[in-house]
Structures are given as C-alpha cells and as structure tokens.
T-cell receptor, first 114, second 112 residues
Framework: QKEVEQNSGPLSVPEGAIASLNCTYS??????FFWYRQYSGKSPELIMS????GDKEDGRFTAQLNKASQYVSLLIRDSQPSDSATYLC??????????????FGQGTILTVHP | SAVISQKPSRDICQRGTSLTIQCQVD?????MFWYRQQPGQSLTLIAT?????????ESGFVIDKFPISRPNLTFSTLTVSNMSPEDSSIYLC?????????FGAGTRLSVL
C-alpha cells in the first residue's frame, strides 16, 4: 500500500466550479500535511499546510483533514484556468518527524477549461 | 520562506560523464533534500543532505552514483556520476528550516 495516495486523474472542471482533490495516507501517526502545486515545467510550490482536524481556508483554497479516516482534501473554489496544474499531496515519512522527509502522492492533474 | 537557487537549470550530457548540480539557499536551513522527478511522475527522494556528515540515501540510490556534499547550512551539491540515458530526469533540491519544504527551480538533465 502506498503511503500517500491521491485520487486518480486527470480532473477537468469548468471555470468557476469547485475542484475537489483527495488524498489518503497510511501512517496514523502523521501530524502534518501539505498541498503543493506544480505547473508544467516548474518546481512544486507550497499552497496549503494543515495540522489539525477540520478545515483550513486560504482565499479560494480550503484544506480538509480527517485523521480518523486518514484523508486530506483540497477544495479550490471559483476555479480559474490559471489553477490548471498538477497538485501534489505530501505527508511526513512513516515514523519521521514533521521536520523530516516527506512522501509525495502521485499527483492529480487539474485542468480548468473556460 | 527560503529562496533556493539551483544551477544549472538544464544540461545535455554525454553517456559516461558526470554532472554536478548546485543548490544555494538564502538562509541557514536545517534540512536539505535531493529529489528526482521522471516525466509525468511524482517526486522520488534520492537522499537527505546532512551538514558535516555523509548523506542519507533512500532505497535504490547509492553514494557512488549520486555523491552529495553539504559543507554548510546553506549549500549542497548533487553529482550524477557515470551517466546513462536512464538518468535523464529533473533533479530538484529542497530546503526546510521548519516543517515546510521549499524547492529550487530544478535541473533538467538529458543524457545522450
């Protein structure tokens, strides 16, 4: 079983819609989770981090964490064509501290069409 | 956040040669990492660059092939040795002062 697994893509949504990206993880001890966005030909950039159960909102982005079910999601409201990218979910390696190594999911390609 | 400069941004190399990639951070950081990203794939961790000691390699990666240096808290290098076409990939360094990792722009390597 992969340590961090993202729902298969690619995901295509119309402009203005809500894009929902999901991620599950295997290590119940994980305390922190990260969403990175990667544009084609560019390096990953952090867009959200979440540490506690519940929702965390930042502009059009909302991260949701459910530790009991071991999933973390990212919602993008009012999706724009500029949101078209690969989104990577990451969690600390099993047994590692939050200052240590990260394991990345396989990524979900999001396309927002006008 | 940390600003990371990585160079070269891209290179085309001949089989059997070596390439050293440099990663410079604008502030002292606790952790530095090196990743490889194959086309259309996610990030695979190569190793953790430890300041003042040997790097810690992940399964499938060895020091002879990917020697790493980290002479201080702001700089690291990754060498890809005795290259073959299978080494063609994007190599990324990252740095973390807290739990958040920031990435350099990456090095796109093509081996002929």
């Amino acid at each position: 079983q992969k340590e961090v697994e993202q729902n298969s893509g690619p995901l295509s949504v119309p402009e203005g819609a809500i894009a929902s990206l999901n991620c599950t993880y295997s290590d119940r001890g994980s305390q922190s989770f990260f969403w990175y966005r990667q544009y084609s030909g560019k390096s990953p950039e952090l867009i959200m981090s979440i540490y506690s159960n519940g929702d965390k909102e930042d502009g059009r982005f909302t991260a949701q964490l459910n530790k009991a079910s071991q999933y973390v999601s990212l919602l993008i409201r009012d999706s724009q064509p500029s949101d078209s990218a690969t989104y990577l979910c990451a969690a600390p390696n099993a047994g590692g501290t939050s200052y240590g190594k990260l394991t990345f999911g396989q990524g979900t390609i999001l396309t927002v069409h006008p | 956040s940390a600003v990371i400069s990585q160079k070269p941004s891209r290179d085309i190399c001949q089989r059997g040669t070596s390439l050293t990639i440099q990663c410079q951070v604008d502030s002292q950081v606790t952790m530095m990492f090196w990743y490889r990203q194959q086309p259309g794939q996610s990030l695979t961790l190569i190793a953790t660059a430890n300041q003042g000691s040997e790097a810690t390699y992940e399964s499938g990666f060895v020091i002879d092939k990917f020697p790493i240096s980290r002479p201080n808290l702001t700089f690291s290098t990754l060498t890809v040795s005795n290259m073959s076409p299978e080494d063609s990939s994007i190599y990324l360094c990252s740095a973390a002062a807290t739990e958040i990792q920031y990435f350099g722009a990456g090095t796109r390597l093509s081996v002929l």
